[in-house]
């Protein structure tokens, strides 16, 4: 049965990359002299590998980064005894703030331009 590595593991894509082509290698040297009519050989060869990529996605060493959350500022209207301002409000986690920063102060998260 494939394990499936959790949503959002982060993994340095060159190391894996160059893991992914290792095995490759290995598993394409065990089916050298495989007749490539024989269909059922070439399933087998797939399956084999998927198989390999898979455990590696699921074992590699996560890369040392956190995953970073895009949010928005959302301009919301106030009025303090008759004259208006406007606050903006991280989409995340609600935080008002007066100017819209690259990063909301309270979550972290890095805020698209609209
Ligand atoms: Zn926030």
């Known amino acids: 049965m494939l394990k499936i590595p959790e949503e959002g593991k982060l993994i340095d894509a060159g190391k894996f990359y160059r893991e992914v082509y290792r095995t490759y290698t290995i598993a394409k040297d065990r089916f050298t002299g495989v007749d490539k009519a024989d269909l ?3 399933v087998r060869f797939g399956e084999a590998v998927t198989g390999l990529i898979g455990e590696l996605a699921y074992d590699f060493v996560p890369a040392d980064a956190k995953l970073v959350v895009h949010g928005k500022w959302l301009a919301r209207e106030y009025e303090d005894g008759g004259s208006p301002y406007v606050l903006f409000h991280c989409s995340e986690c609600d935080y008002p703030n007066a100017r819209q920063r ?9 805020m698209d331009r609209v």
């Open 102 to 110: 690259a990063y909301c102060p309270e979550c972290g998260a890095k």
């Open 40 to 42: 059922p050989d070439f």
